[in-house]
C-alpha cells in the first residue's frame, strides 16, 4: 500500500481507519506504519495512535507531504484554507481524495496542481462498517490508482461510482439519510411512549424493527412489497399509514431532500 494520510482526524477519518486495519482479508490491514493524520487537537491524536497505532502530527503540511494517497477529512468552511495552507507540498503524483460536501472537482482542480482528484461522499454507518459511499472521480486515473482508493472503502461498506453531477443528490440521501431515518425512530420511540411503554422498551421495539426492517430489504425486496406484505385491508397498519398520507409525509420526506441537495448546492458554490 501506499502512503496514506488524513487532513482531519474526526469521526469520519476514524471509521476509514477502522475499516482499513479491521480489514482481514486486505493487505491494507497490516499497513497501518504507513498512514498519517494531521489533527489539531492532542488529546485527539493521542487517541488515534494508543487506539489504531497509526501516526499523527499537528502539521496539515507534513501531512501532505508524507501521503501518496490523501483523504481531505475537513468541513466544507474549511476547505479553502487547507487547500491554501497545503497547495505548495501537492504534487502531481499525488492523489487527492475529499469527503466535504458540496466541494467539487473543478474546485479542487483549480486549487492543487495534481489531476488525480477524487470526490467522495461517505455516510455515517461507515463508523461500524455498514457504510454508503458514492465516488465521482477525473478521467485521468489508471486502473491502480483507482483500485487501491476502491478498496479503502470498501473497508467501510458498499460503494457505488458515479458522475459527480448526481453527488448533491447523494448527499441529501444517504449523506443526510441516516440523520433523518434517526429522527424518524426517536419520534417512533417518543410516540411508543406516550403510548404507555417504557422509554427502554420502545427503544427496543423501534431500534430492532428498523434493523429487521433493513435487513429484509437486504434480500432484495421492494420496499413497497414488505409495505404490502404487512398491510392488511382495514387493519391497523393500514390505518397509521392512510394517517401518514393524510398528514403529507410524501411531501415531508420529499421537501426534507430538496432543502438537504440545495444547501450542499449552496456549500459548493461558496467554495
Excluded at 465521482?136 to 490508482?145: A, I, K, N
Excluded at 434493523?211 to 387493519?235: H, I
Aim: one cysteine or more.
Amino acid at each position: 500500500m501506499r502512503k496514506l494520510s488524513f487532513i482531519g482526524g474526526g469521526n469520519m477519518a476514524e471509521a476509514i481507519i477502522k475499516g482499513i486495519i479491521s480489514a482481514q482479508e486486505s493487505a491494507l490491514s497490516r499497513q497501518r506504519k504507513n498512514i498519517l493524520v494531521s489533527e489539531p487537537r492532542e488529546e485527539r491524536r493521542n487517541y488515534l495512535e494508543q487506539t489504531y497505532g497509526v501516526k499523527t502530527t499537528s502539521s496539515n503540511k507534513e501531512a501532505a507531504s508524507f501521503g501518496d494517497i490523501i483523504i481531505f477529512a475537513v468541513k466544507p468552511q474549511n476547505m479553502e484554507a487547507v487547500l491554501d495552507e497545503i497547495s505548495p507540498d501537492i504534487t502531481e503524483d499525488k492523489t487527492i481524495v475529499s469527503i466535504a460536501a458540496g466541494i467539487t472537482l473543478s474546485y479542487l482542480s483549480s486549487k492543487l496542481r495534481t489531476k488525480k482528484l477524487i470526490r467522495v461522499m461517505p455516510n455515517t454507518p461507515a463508523l461500524v462498517q455498514q457504510g454508503m459511499t458514492v465516488m465521482s472521480l477525473c478521467e485521468c486515473f489508471d486502473d491502480r490508482d483507482i483500485a487501491v482508493v476502491r478498496e479503502i472503502f470498501m473497508t467501510i461498506g458498499e460503494l457505488l461510482v458515479l458522475p459527480e453531477k448526481y453527488m448533491d443528490a447523494v448527499t441529501a440521501l444517504s449523506g443526510s439519510g441516516p440523520a433523518f431515518m434517526a429522527f424518524f425512530i426517536e419520534k417512533m420511540i417518543e410516540a411508543g411512549v406516550k403510548l404507555g411503554l417504557s422509554e427502554e422498551n420502545a427503544y427496543t421495539l423501534a431500534v430492532q424493527t428498523a434493523r429487521g426492517t433493513g435487513r429484509l430489504l437486504e434480500t432484495g425486496m421492494p420496499p413497497s412489497k414488505l409495505r404490502e406484505m404487512v398491510t392488511s385491508p382495514g387493519g391497523t397498519t393500514a390505518a397509521g399509514l392512510k394517517t401518514f398520507e393524510e398528514k403529507g409525509l410524501r411531501d415531508i420526506v420529499s421537501a426534507a431532500l430538496e432543502s438537504a441537495m440545495k444547501r450542499a448546492e449552496e456549500l459548493g458554490k461558496r467554495a
